[in-house]
Nanobody, 128 residues
């Protein structure tokens, strides 16, 4: 079992930055593909970005490409999401997710069903 805990959310003005962190316990994350999703009020959960188990490959959805950066530190068992140039529409609960192994298929990266473990989420609120 892997337990994931997100932190770093909060209230920020539009144009500002936040750095989210996802800490894992129970297992080392070095063999897990990691991803970030978010869910805004009244909307479905949305895929944002994924990173391969060694960090050599990343993928971003268009809405965050160029503004968000995913990274991982396997030695510290953490994954981070650096969010810059935040917009009002980035307001949501942000979740990290983990999948043991799996192929790096762009089509499958964004599927919630691909991930075995989820954190409880952290709220990000961007004021306009």
């Amino acid at each position: 079992q892997v337990q994931l805990v997100e932190s770093g959310g909060g209230l920020v003005q539009a144009g500002g930055s936040l750095r989210l962190s996802c800490a894992a316990s129970g297992r080392t994350l070095s063999s897990y593909r990691m991803a970030w999703f978010r869910q805004a009020p009244g909307k479905e959960r949305e895929f944002l970005t994924a990173i391969s188990w060694r960090g050599g490959s990343t993928y971003y959805t268009d809405s965050v490409k160029g503004r968000f950066t995913i990274s991982r530190d396997n030695a510290k068992n953490t994954v981070a999401l650096q969010m810059n140039s935040l917009k009002f529409e980035d307001t949501a609960v942000y979740y990290c997710a983990a999948r043991l192994g799996g192929s790096w298929s762009i089509h499958r990266l964004s599927l919630e069903s691909e991930y075995d473990y989820w954190g409880q989420g952290t709220q990000v609120t961007v004021s306009s």
